[in-house]
T-cell receptor, first 113, second 113 residues
Framework: AQSVSQHNHHVILSEAASLELGCNYS??????LFWYVQYPGQHLQLLLK??????LVKGIKGFEAEFIKSKFSFNLRKPSVQWSDTAEYFC???????????FGKGTRLSVIA | ETGVTQSPTHLIKTRGQQVTLRCSSQ?????VSWYQQALGQGPQFIFQ???????GRGNFPPRFSGLQFPNYSSELNVNALELDDSALYLC????????????FGQGTRLTVV
């Protein structure tokens, strides 16, 4: 069965600290990978996506993620977090075609001054 | 703004009642998916519609049903509501195709008492 594991339930960082959120997936076949962010009271927004090509993908707001096929991982990184990055982060995977997204349970990031 | 709108934004129902949630997809998007997001969890796939036909379903009982209309808007119906149905219900739309991202609405917060 397809699944996504996010290892960190809640991460607390000080402003300017570096961020890495783990994501591992279990999915047969070709995968498309996503990170979504949910700010308090707002809809899910796409941070970045991987379909093919360069395994290091850059997204909005200075986020990036690296697809490591051998490790079935797609970890999210940011060199220096800001208070405004406080949100819930979701890793998701889908296959080729019109298959639905499978989400992880999410990681809550709290950035303190 | 994603162009995906959901109504209502909040709803309180009594156990055993029925509820209908609505979603207008982004212009040009013919695939609509519904997700349930319980508190502290990632979104769980309920079902997906493409051109008015259900073409994928998650692990939800038959009392969760849906419709898609010719304009690609969609409804989610839940019969015989249970307390555990309390959650945020998300609608996502995307164009048909292999490598496309999903755009999410703000969600409907359903509380069953």
């Amino acid at each position: 069965a397809q699944s996504v594991s996010q290892h960190n339930h809640h991460v607390i960082l000080s402003e300017a600290a570096s961020l890495e959120l783990g994501c591992n997936y279990s999915y047969g076949g070709t995968v498309n990978l996503f990170w979504y962010v949910q700010y308090p009271g707002q809809h899910l927004q796409l941070l970045l996506k991987y379909f093919s090509g360069d395994p290091l993908v850059k997204g909005i707001k200075g986020f990036e993620a690296e697809f490591i096929k051998s490790k079935f991982s797609f970890n999210l990184r940011k060199p220096s977090v800001q208070w405004s990055d406080t949100a819930e982060y979701f890793c998701a995977v889908t296959g080729s075609g019109n298959t639905p997204l499978v989400f992880g349970k999410g990681t809550r990031l709290s950035v303190i001054a | 703004e994603t162009g995906v709108t959901q109504s209502p934004t909040h709803l309180i129902k009594t156990r055993g009642q029925q509820v209908t949630l609505r979603c207008s997809s982004q212009s040009g998007h013919n695939t609509v998916s519904w997700y349930q997001q319980a508190l502290g969890q990632g979104p769980q796939f309920i079902f997906q519609y493409y051109r008015e036909e259900e073409n994928g379903r998650g692990n939800f009982p038959p009392r969760f049903s849906g419709l898609q209309f010719p304009n690609y808007s969609s409804e989610l119906n839940v019969n015989a509501l249970e307390l555990d149905d309390s959650a945020l219900y998300l609608c996502a739309s995307r164009p048909r195709g292999g490598n496309t991202e999903a755009f999410f609405g703000q969600g409907t917060r359903l509380t069953v008492v």
